[in-house]
């Protein structure tokens, strides 16, 4: 008697049919969505017709090491070319300083950059191309960089701004100090330069609909 070979094909192709709809019953659609995230205020930096960068310590530890840029030039330069106005340095003049009502409607920088670092030796762990445990000893440094900076209306005293930001850098194993430096730097200036203007931010969200 002749076998019927189509009987295991059809019941492949009804089980097929049986997970396909009961997946596709299974399966949500969703819907992406662009969801504006909270601003923060710029800094008021464009609100003065004048600018004065004042008292700012510029600490490193420890203090064998000197770096070769300055938070100084960062608003003196770069920040006051963003501006489009000057931005003139006097190095000791602080809110309390006697001198700063004849600045007149300026607004008055003040702050501080803080650095720390440090060098260890650790135990380098590796495999041998037959197995076997290889220990070496390496070099690696941690940084830790903090901006402060707090803004005054020169005319009448009064705090109107503040902006920080940390940034670190944890057991890299490049240890040219001017660069690790210069890359905190950067990180920490670069937020500030952030904060002049307020741009709004969008974030992608997936919502769930029937």
């Known amino acids: 008697m002749k076998k019927n070979n189509s009987l295991p094909a059809a019941r492949a192709l009804s089980v097929s049919l049986f997970l396909l709809l009961a997946l596709g019953g299974c399966m949500d659609t969703y819907m992406r969505v662009s969801v504006p995230l909270p601003t923060e205020d710029p800094l008021p930096l464009a609100e003065y017709s004048r600018v004065i960068l004042g008292s700012f310590t510029e600490t490193v530890e420890p203090g064998e090491y000197s770096p070769g840029v300055h938070i100084r030039n960062f608003f003196t330069d770069d920040v006051a070319t963003l501006i489009e106005k000057p931005i ?108 002049l203007t307020t741009r709004e931010r969008q974030q992608d969200r997936f919502l769930l609909t029937e």
């Open 88 to 195: 003139r340095h006097v190095p000791d003049l602080t809110p309390d300083s006697a001198s700063l009502a004849s600045y007149g409607p300026a607004l008055l920088i003040t702050g501080s950059l803080k650095t720390r670092f440090n060098q260890r030796n650790v135990i380098n762990e590796t495999r041998s191309r037959f197995g076997d445990l290889m220990r070496t000893f390496k070099d690696v440094q941690n940084w830790e960089m903090r901006l402060e900076v707090t803004m005054f209306n020169a005319a009448t005293r009064e705090k109107v701004a503040e902006f920080s930001a940390t940034r670190e850098l944890k057991g890299v194993e490049n240890t040219d100090r001017d660069f690790n430096y210069r890359k905190l730097y950067n990180q920490v200036t670069d937020l500030f330069v952030n904060r």
